[in-house]
């Protein structure tokens, strides 16, 4: 799916490097923990092998995995998201909190690990330090921040 979208936006750029079917969910088992090509193909019930390889390949080239030879003969590689593929957690994170409101079945479930609540998410200023609400965002271009 390589650059399907020739657009100057960011969302258009950023489903060019994730967009494609499977690339979510398999960074999505690599934030669960799972870091072999065996522990994210468990955790990924039909995915094709030789698609997990390609996609494997093509997160590594665009910076979101790395991954380490540990075994030569077979060659058997370790798989870690890098700092941009650990920024997708909360990509992640947002889209399995949609799904708890919007779907009719709920797999799982996203909630603070200390007494169990649910958590949401909010918006943050560093500069001000204050919360910011949805109604007090705008999207700004490059150009406009110049």
């Not at 499977?22 to 923990?33: D, F, K, N, Q, T």
């Not at 790395?66 to 030569?72: A, G, H, N, P, R």
């Not at 949401?120 to 007090?136: H, M, N, Q, T």
């Amino acid at each position: 799916m390589k650059n399907l979208y020739d657009m100057p936006c960011n969302i258009a750029q950023t489903l060019n490097i994730i967009g494609d079917k499977w690339s979510l969910l398999i960074l999505h088992e690599m934030a669960m923990g799972h870091h072999t090509y065996a522990e994210i193909r468990k955790g990924l019930d039909g995915i094709p092998t030789n698609l997990l390889s390609g996609r494997l390949k093509s997160l590594e080239a665009d910076g979101l995995i790395s991954s380490t030879l540990y075994v030569e003969h077979p060659p058997r590689y370790q798989y870690q998201l890098t700092e941009a593929g650990q920024d997708l957690e909360d990509v992640l994170n947002c889209l399995m909190l949609w799904g708890e409101k919007h779907l009719s079945t709920c797999y799982k479930k996203l909630s603070h690990r200390l007494c169990g609540e649910p958590v949401e998410i909010r918006y943050f200023c560093p500069k001000c330090g204050k919360a910011v609400e949805k109604s007090e965002l705008c999207v700004q271009s490059f150009e406009e921040r110049m």
